[in-house]
């Protein structure tokens, strides 16, 4: 059987709160490799759509595949950072990678972890209660956790939130080298210039749909601004 | 399957430790509903083993309550919740560890409580002592059995404290009455043959419960 050349397939995708309907008709397709930004103002949908794909919440209408499966099924090849970070703050940070490596069935011992601590900036801190970190900490802590199992798909839902300038470029640097290493990422964001300079394709949600799909090349950081400004002007 | 359920339940007992959150509740809030029944049962003191039983359980469900509101606030801070159902795993390992937290702490404070009931009202019951355990134990299997899905349940609610007695009280509801009749006949008469069909019933709800609470656990932490 032949792979499918999409690794991400969003055909009709549907989710309604009551009556509200935070996606309608929603049709997406991510190839292996590629970074996606996703945009879009408060209430778009974005965090709906990853949900979805994360395989937290379940789509009303329409269907949703990950590698011919159900994101459901996919879990194993998907790490999800939200500005949540799901770190438990009353363990030490090596306490935290430890469960999750347990529960993902990771054949890690310490001083492979304390490593993955050390990779995002921590190094020296990883007996330390993370409810002593900052936030900036936490989030650094937040990416070892969520990509402990090394995940082809990054799911980042406005990743940036809270983080300092230091912060923000570890960040920047880490995406860009899941993203150089064959990683696929969505990331919703905000913040044009950052979500421009990090991902291949644009994709603006609007009103529960793709609104704008470009391809960075195709398009200047000016140019894209303005076109997003109107779309998030068009209520 | 076990080495999941072991460390989701390792990771909550080491919070406790570290907290003390739930146990210190609970153990307060059950010793001062002792102090209270001490004083009202003052009358009763001739046929006191024939009421121990109700405070004993009052005093254990309401704790347990207490500790089962407690049960998933660690999960609700920073999305923990959203980090454990991101692992492929059987979302039903993440209540079996839950279930095994809510049920140690509840024995804990159940072994203190039990201790300050015997000194109030000055019981001696070395022989009755393994027949006790064993209702406490199955009692509070099936109590926790509910409890830890209801507590998921209303953890996302506004008014969870109220929500979770609310919704819990009336399904262990025969649970606790045969737990009540068990620790009655256990305390009053040395016929352990009558308590069979109490045994049987919570035996029976407290496995039901657990089986369906297993099962429904993964559609309940869904959105």
Redesign the interface.
């Known amino acids: 059987m032949s792979e499918p050349t999409e690794l991400i397939e969003i055909r009709g995708l549907a989710k309604y709160f009551g009556r509200f309907a935070a996606l309608r008709d929603l049709r997406l397709s991510v190839r292996k490799g590629q970074f996606i930004a996703l945009f879009g103002r408060n209430g778009a949908g974005k965090t709906t759509l990853l ?1 979805i794909l ?5 789509a009303s209408a329409g269907t949703v595949s990950v590698h011919g499966c159900g994101p459901g099924a996919a ?2 090849e ?3 950072l ?1 500005h ?8 030490t940070a090596l ?1 935290n990678l430890r ?2 490596a ?3 069935d990771l054949p890690a011992d310490d001083a492979e972890l304390e490593d993955r601590i050390a990779l995002v900036g921590l190094a020296g801190r990883s007996h330390e ?1 993370v409810r002593n970190f900052s936030r900036g900490m ?1 989030q650094r802590l937040g990416i070892a ?2 990509f402990l199992h090394d995940p082809a798909i990054l799911l980042l839902d406005e990743p940036f939130t809270g983080l300092d300038q230091a912060g923000t470029e570890f960040l920047q640097n880490y995406l860009r080298g899941a993203h150089a290493g064959g990683r696929t990422c969505l990331m919703a964001i905000h913040d044009a210039p950052v979500g421009y300079a990090l991902a291949d394709r644009l994709v603006v949600i609007n009103r529960g749909g793709v609104a704008l799909d470009l391809a960075r090349g195709a398009v200047t950081l000016e140019d894209f601004q303005e076109r997003y400004k109107a779309l998030a002007e068009d209520r | 399957m076990f ?2 359920v072991w ?2 339940f390792r ?1 909550d007992l ?2 406790e430790l ?2 003390k959150d739930s146990l210190n509740a609970m153990l307060f809030f059950g010793i001062v509903v002792l102090v209270v029944f001490n004083f009202a049962l003052e009358s009763a003191r001739d046929s006191i083993r024939e009421v121990v039983p109700g405070v004993l359980w009052v005093s254990f469900v309401f704790s347990g309550t207490l500790g089962l509101n407690r049960m998933f606030a ?1 999960e609700k ?4 919740l ?8 059987d979302r039903g ?1 993440i209540y079996l560890g839950k279930m095994m937290a809510a049920a140690v702490f509840m024995l804990i404070a159940e072994a203190v409580i039990f201790v300050f009931t015997l000194v109030f009202f000055n019981l001696t019951v070395w022989r009755e002592i393994p027949w006790l355990i064993l209702v406490f134990f199955i009692g509070t299997i099936g109590f926790t059995a509910v409890g830890t899905l209801l507590s998921a349940i209303s953890v996302n609610t506004r008014m969870r404290e109220v929500l979770l007695p609310l919704i819990l009280f009336p399904v262990v509801l025969p649970i606790l009455v045969n737990a009540v009749e068990a620790t009655r006949i256990i305390l009053n008469s040395a016929d352990y043959g009558s308590l069979r069909l109490p045994l049987t019933i919570m035996s029976v709800f407290t496995l039901v419960f657990g089986v369906v609470a297993y099962l429904l656990f993964e559609f309940v932490l ?2």
Do not use: H, W
């Not at chain 1, 994360?54 to 379940?58: D, I």
């Open positions: 949900r994360a395989g937290l919440s379940r879990r194993g998907i790490g999800y939200s949540n970070t799901a770190i438990y703050l009353d363990l306490e469960f999750y347990r529960l993902l209660p936490q956790r969520a | 080495g999941k460390a989701v990771k080491l919070i570290r907290t660690s801070d920073n999305s923990c959203q980090g454990l159902l991101m692992v492929p795993m390992i869904e959105d």
